[in-house]
């Protein structure tokens, strides 16, 4: 006998767990991993959809006790199945229940109503529409005469027209319809993002090291796309293009492709390249579009009308039939790690889609992630290396500034002399300049010099940031107040704002070069559909000099004239509370630096640090990523964190305090016991970074050590505890495994 462990598609935790059903004989050729099925559940039977998550030969109760699987929901379609499967994964694999795993797998299940275009037909011949014609003349029906003028010289028009142009009503059309002199046609419209137009298709020509990449990779293709390969290049090497190339051979071989670019990179830019080569078979999601536009998309690629899908990591989801590829721009990138249950990192997921389809995935990055090369030096990925930059650009010259001699010269801007200098001759040869600032904002806090009470959300634990017009701002929450005149705490009216923000930055921009057109990026200026290219628009076109922007405009831009850029607060990502910080500090200023001297002319980058021989820094200013690995990964390895160590965090919220921090100390008591001698560490309860958002107080517990199936039995464990508890109701309980 075959039976199947089946998760069934209810929302209730308690029931989140498999039951186990019997396969009848007729079934088993149509069961298996990952397809969706209906049985009867309770003591009612009712009919229910689950998700096969196993299949046996063992009973685990009395077999006559089982009750049998009533079908196949045979309106999945094979990719579906595939993606059912790949849900599967994702619940035992980070500890999210099932219907949040089919939620984020399954998007398109959310229903959007189709849009449909219709057209109004003439239903008859010209000889008895000129009869019905001079009928509705005398009669003096000018409407339906308009109408079937036009029809008589146009035979189909668009309802649209005829509305807006004929002002002809739905009455006048249905009493034609009713006469069988006209009839109404339907078709599905899809609402596409905006497409640029005009674009014409041509292919890059590649060099030497970019057609040796595509070789090594394709090398490996004899039956179809496979295996996991590394592109590390680095920037403006011109891996895009090797991307390209790739997914043209994978599309001539009948499969479909996904590109995953993180949103903060997803630019007009980049999507141009891919139009280029692929038309109209190529389409873009990200999270300014609409439901409906989302859905249409994946309609699209479910119906084989493209080829290619581009977006960050929801497109990973897209249910092509016969997926190839798999590209992972930008692979480094924090985005591509859910902070929302199931809490995922597209990489691992995009593995195990890969495995099911049968497809070849490629990481790219020219700051890759330690687990990636960690992955390469352990023979789990392939690596392939860009060591030129394309078109034989030069690597820019990089200066690291120490901002520490500033102040005692008597410069007490953000902006040091040097960089002050090198603004100077850059705008006097007409070349553009770009200021990274990985702040946001007016000010950072706003603090009383008399006491030092810091002017905080009174929802969130955070300090409010200052913004133009004297408004502070909850940037967790959106609370929103007056910037007092004098402290909240002990009236002193001293009150100061500390650190930096882009508009600051600006305001200091405009001072010292009063002539220089100045562009501003950040996510205060992108708000909204079309946001990014409103800024970018006038920067590509050189109707502005200075850039100014957080971390988004160092991801995916390509401006030919940008020959300075300018790294200002270089460290202060350093200091961020996270093992992380060195390799998201040297990733952040590689990026920045390689924005510059991307064409035939020199590129020169500043970095502005009061930290100058801090080895993410010295190692970024030579763009040397292996002397950093080689240190990074040491530390690492003695402190037993990833990818040389497990590490589960535990995350617990709950708007009582009292209570979040009893049912804390039971989670860390339990986990205590289950473990026993276990060779892990059980680290807090502690409080989140930021204690509260929303009035809502956060916890948090950490195991770290031992190996990842004993991390992942451990959470299972925890899991069920937490259900039968009734203590833990109120409590919000997630677990990430991806930090």
Not at 203 to 231: I, K
Not at 234 to 260: D, F, N, P
Not at 702 to 728: H, Q, T, V
Request: hydrophobic share 40%; glycine share 8%; proline share 4%.
């Amino acid at each position: 006998m075959t039976y199947a462990d089946v998760i069934v598609d209810i929302t209730a935790k308690a029931l989140d767990r498999p039951f186990q059903y019997l396969v009848p004989e007729d079934l088993e050729p149509e069961v298996e991993e990952g397809t969706i099925v209906e049985a009867p559940f309770g003591n009612g039977n009712r009919k229910i959809t689950g998700y096969v998550m196993s299949l046996s030969h063992t009973a685990q109760i009395d077999p006559e006790k089982i009750k049998p699987i009533l079908g196949v929901v045979t309106s999945s379609s094979d990719e579906e199945k595939r993606l059912t499967a790949l849900a599967v994964w994702i619940r035992d694999r980070y500890g999210s229940t099932m219907a949040s795993a089919m939620r984020t797998v399954l998007p398109a299940r959310k229903k959007t109503a189709a849009r449909q275009k219709k057209i109004v037909v003439l239903a008859v011949g010209e000889e008895t529409a000129h009869r019905e014609l001079d009928i509705m003349r005398r009669k003096h029906q000018s409407a339906r005469v308009r109408l079937m003028e036009a029809l008589v010289e146009e035979k189909k028009l668009p309802y649209e027209i005829c509305a807006e142009k004929l002002h002809i009503t739905s009455a006048v059309v249905t009493a034609l319809v009713r006469k069988g002199l006209v009839t109404v046609e339907r078709t599905r419209v899809y609402r596409n993002p905006a497409l640029p137009e005009g674009f014409s298709r041509r292919e890059a020509v590649l060099n030497e090291e970019q057609c040796r990449a595509v070789d090594m990779v394709c090398g490996t293709w004899d039956e179809g796309p496979c295996g996991r390969f590394l592109l590390y290049g680095v920037t403006g090497s011109g891996k895009t293009e090797v991307y390209i190339e790739l997914i043209a051979r994978a599309v001539a071989m009948g499969r479909q492709a996904i590109v995953l670019i993180p949103e903060i990179a997803l630019t007009y830019q980049t999507m141009m390249r891919f139009y280029h080569r692929f038309g109209g078979r190529v389409s873009v999601i990200h999270s300014k579009m609409s439901a409906g536009e989302k859905q249409d998309q994946f309609d699209r690629a479910r119906q084989g009308d493209l080829d290619v899908m581009i977006g960050p990591r929801s497109a990973l989801f897209t249910p092509f039939p016969n997926l190839g590829i798999i590209v992972i721009d930008e692979e480094h990138e924090e985005s591509y790690r859910s902070e929302q249950s199931p809490r995922y990192h597209a990489t691992e997921v995009a593995f195990q889609r890969a495995k099911l389809e049968g497809a070849c995935v490629v990481l790219g990055s020219a700051t890759p992630s330690l687990e990636a090369y960690y992955a390469v030096q352990t023979g789990e990925i392939t690596q392939i290396r860009l060591m030129k930059r394309a078109m034989d650009a030069q690597l820019p010259e990089v200066r690291i500034i120490d901002m520490r001699d500033e102040l005692p010269a008597g410069n007490g801007s953000v902006i040091s002399q040097e960089l002050q200098s090198r603004m100077r001759e850059t705008l006097g040869r007409g070349e553009q300049i770009m200021l990274f600032l990985n702040r946001r904002g007016y000010a950072g806090f706003i603090s009383c010099t008399s006491c030092g009470n810091v002017i905080k959300c009174p929802h969130c634990d955070v300090s409010l940031t200052l913004h133009k017009g004297g408004r502070l701002l909850c940037h967790y929450c959106g609370y929103e107040t007056v910037m007092p005149v004098r402290c909240p705490e002990c009236e002193s009216p001293f009150l100061r704002t500390f650190q930096t923000g882009t508009e600051q930055v600006e305001q200091e921009v405009s001072l010292l070069f009063p002539d220089a057109r100045i562009v501003r990026m950040d996510r205060d200026t992108v708000a909204g559909k079309d946001g990014q290219l409103k800024v970018l628009a006038p920067f590509a076109s050189h109707e502005a000099d200075i850039m100014i922007g957080t971390q988004m405009i160092v991801k995916g831009h390509d401006f030919p004239d940008v020959t300075l850029v300018g790294i200002l607060m270089a460290d202060l990502s350093l200091n961020i509370p996270n093992y992380r910080a060195a390799e998201r500090t040297f990733q952040l200023l590689t990026q920045a630096a390689g924005r510059a001297g991307r064409a035939q002319r020199a590129g020169a980058v500043l970095i502005q640090t009061f930290q100058p021989s801090h080895y993410a820094v010295q190692c970024a200013s030579r763009q040397d990523y292996d002397s950093f690995y080689r240190q990074e990964i040491s530390y690492r390895e003695m402190a037993g964190y990833p990818p040389c160590g497990s590490l589960v965090a535990v995350h617990m919220s709950c708007a009582d305090q009292e209570h979040l921090l009893l049912a804390a100390g039971y989670v860390k008591q339990f986990l205590e016991k289950i473990l026993g001698k276990a060779p892990v560490q059980i680290l807090g309860p502690v409080s989140e970074p930021i204690a509260k958002i929303a009035d809502v107080w956060r916890q948090v517990i950490y195991l770290k050590g031992g190996s990842s199936a004993l991390l992942r039995a451990a959470r299972n464990r925890l899991e069920r505890y937490i259900e039968l508890n009734d203590g833990f109701s109120t409590v919000e309980i997630t677990f990430d495994s991806t930090i």
